[in-house]
Each structure stands twice: as structure tokens, then as C-alpha cells.
């Protein structure tokens, strides 16, 4: 294969371009955009074999889908939607904590009796056998409403594709129902809908996606390996605390208990003879870990964050490139 480097895909504009810049940065990778703004290539500070595609989440999810790029920053409702067959072509690789929202099932709040798909069913049915005519749902989600409604067992309705605003097609008279992406469900809820009760059709989030079927070079593989390793070790970072303390006469086998409590491990080994412990735990069990630590005779006891945890094994990379093969 020729040497081709790794090409990233990341939002063009707005929260999620900020939001995606800014995860990249925790990790020690950012972004470099030498012509500014408006500038549609980039690249990472210090990784010459990476280079970096500035499009909209739609384009990044189509490229990823063609191989034509080899990781990139997307929602998992456009790759569910968007990509046949998204398993076996892609590999969501990591949440990235930004951009959740949920992709529901939406009834007008006015249906009083309807409140779960088996009632929206009886409404379908009703719809067609009285008034001749199908249920319509306006919704941008086509697959992933035929999908949803065939695990339902729901089959008499018509899609009315949205381009616009979905929420508001039952008020406007071109839907009955909608099947929508929302964040809070206020804006549904502002156009007087309610999600059906077990109407949740996908919990989305902004995700690192990898192609497949993208051509990997080496030189790929080895920028993809270098980014994850640092995307694992600012994550690890972000879940662990470090706890240093001066033990005083606490023994072995008590120290093991306590640490053992608190989910704790001694990455660096025993303390020796008058040196701090250095343990690391779960961040919600430091305070807990620092004062059973202080009522068995600790001294001192630190608590502090940590930057990066690298620890020799990358989950994400290795998951990753078990695939590529």
C-alpha cells in the first residue's frame, strides 16, 4: 500500500467544531488551520502524517462510509441513519461526551389514550380502516424509523420525508406524528408533542468513528495509534485521581483492605521506607481512600489531578486495528 497519511473529518462550524476542538486539545492534539477560519484542511500540531478535513457532520459521515477518510467526528444518529450495514463498515471507536441527544418517537399531547407504540399502532390501524388512509410521521430518520416501527411490529403508516422544521408537521397538517432528534424535549414540547413512553429509538452522542473500508497505510496506522494512545491517556486521565500519603505506621495487610475498598491500585509499587504512598483511584473514592487513610494513622494525605495516564495498553487502538486485520 502507498504511503498515504491519516485523514481526520471534523465538524466545519459551530458547538460541534468547538466542541470536537476542544476534546482534541485535552488530549495534547490541536488543531491547525493556516489560512484561518475559512480554511477546509488542516493538520495537528507535531503529526506530520495527519491531516485534517473541515465538513459538515453529513459529508464526514458519507466520506467515512466511502473509505475516503479514515476517522472522524460524528453523531451516532447520522451513522445509524446514513451508513447500511454502519457495523460491519465502520468502527464507533469512542463517545466523545458532546452532543447527546435522543432520537424519540413524538405523539401530538392531545392523544390522551396514546402513550406507547402498541397504542400508536391501534391509532394506525384506526386511521386506515376509518378514514382511509395511512398514519403519516414527518422525520428526517427514515431508516431508523422503519426500522424501530418493524421491531414494533408497526407497518401501517406513510413516511413524509421533513426538510424543515419536523415538529412542527402535526400543526402545520402534514403528519400526525413525528419521529425527531431532541436534546431536552422542549422544543417538542413547545409544539405540543409528547415522546411516547417507550419511544426512544437512539441515545446519540458526538462519536470518534473509524472507516473500514478507508485504504490504511502504515503511515496511517501509526498517526491513528499516536492519536488514540493520547485520546485513551487524557480519558484515563479525566476518570482517576492520584492520592499521595504519608502512611506512618499503617501495615501492609490494612493498607491492602483499605485500598481494595476504594477500587485502588499502586501503579508505581510499595512505598518504601519513608517515601509517600502514590495510589490511583476511581475520582469519586479519593476523598473516601484519603480519609479511611487519615483514620487509620496517615499523616498527610494529597489528593490531585493527573494530565495524561498513559499505561502501555491502548484499548481503543487495539479494538481498532483488530478489525482492519
Not at 147 to 155: E, I, K, P, V
Request: aromatic share 4%; proline share 3%.
Amino acid at each position: 500500500m502507498s504511503s498515504q497519511p491519516l485523514i481526520l473529518a471534523v465538524p466545519s462550524k459551530g458547538r460541534l467544531q468547538d466542541n470536537a476542538a476542544a476534546f482534541f486539545a485535552r488530549a495534547g492534539l490541536n488543531f491547525v488551520r493556516a489560512r484561518g477560519a475559512l480554511d477546509y484542511r488542516g493538520s495537528i500540531s507535531g503529526m506530520a502524517d495527519a491531516e485534517i478535513q473541515f465538513l459538515s457532520a453529513s459529508e464526514i459521515t458519507q466520506q467515512l462510509a466511502a473509505g475516503a477518510v479514515h476517522l472522524g467526528v460524528t453523531g451516532e444518529d447520522l451513522v445509524r441513519e446514513n451508513i447500511a450495514d454502519a457495523d460491519a463498515r465502520v468502527d464507533l471507536v469512542s463517545p466523545l461526551g458532546f452532543g447527546h441527544a435522543n432520537v424519540v418517537v413524538a405523539a401530538p399531547r392531545a392523544w390522551i389514550d396514546v402513550a406507547t407504540m402498541a397504542d400508536l399502532d391501534e391509532v394506525a390501524h384506526d386511521l386506515h380502516h376509518r378514514h382511509k388512509r395511512r398514519m403519516r410521521v414527518a422525520t428526517k430518520y427514515v431508516n431508523l424509523t422503519r426500522r424501530f416501527f418493524a421491531a414494533h411490529g408497526l407497518s401501517d403508516y406513510q413516511i413524509v420525508e421533513s426538510a424543515g422544521a419536523t415538529e412542527g408537521a402535526p400543526a402545520a397538517g402534514t403528519a400526525e406524528i413525528v419521529v425527531d432528534i431532541t436534546s431536552s424535549g422542549a422544543t417538542l414540547a413547545s409544539n405540543g408533542l409528547k415522546v411516547l413512553d417507550d419511544g426512544l429509538i437512539l441515545k446519540s452522542e458526538a462519536n470518534l468513528v473509524a472507516s473500514l473500508t478507508a485504504p490504511w497505510s502504515a503511515e496511517a496506522k501509526s498517526a491513528a495509534r499516536s492519536i488514540l494512545s493520547r485520546i485513551a491517556a487524557s480519558q484515563g486521565a479525566q476518570r482517576t485521581a492520584e492520592v499521595r500519603a504519608a502512611i506512618g505506621s499503617i501495615s501492609p495487610e490494612r493498607l491492602a483492605t483499605l485500598m481494595a475498598a476504594r477500587q485502588a491500585s499502586l501503579p508505581f509499587g510499595a512505598a518504601s521506607s519513608g517515601a509517600p504512598l502514590i495510589a490511583h483511584c476511581p475520582r469519586a473514592e479519593a476523598a473516601a481512600l484519603a480519609e479511611a487513610l487519615v483514620a487509620e494513622g496517615a499523616t498527610h494525605v494529597a489528593i490531585g489531578a493527573i494530565d495524561y495516564l498513559f499505561t502501555g495498553r491502548v484499548d481503543l487502538s487495539d479494538r481498532l486495528f483488530s478489525r482492519l486485520g
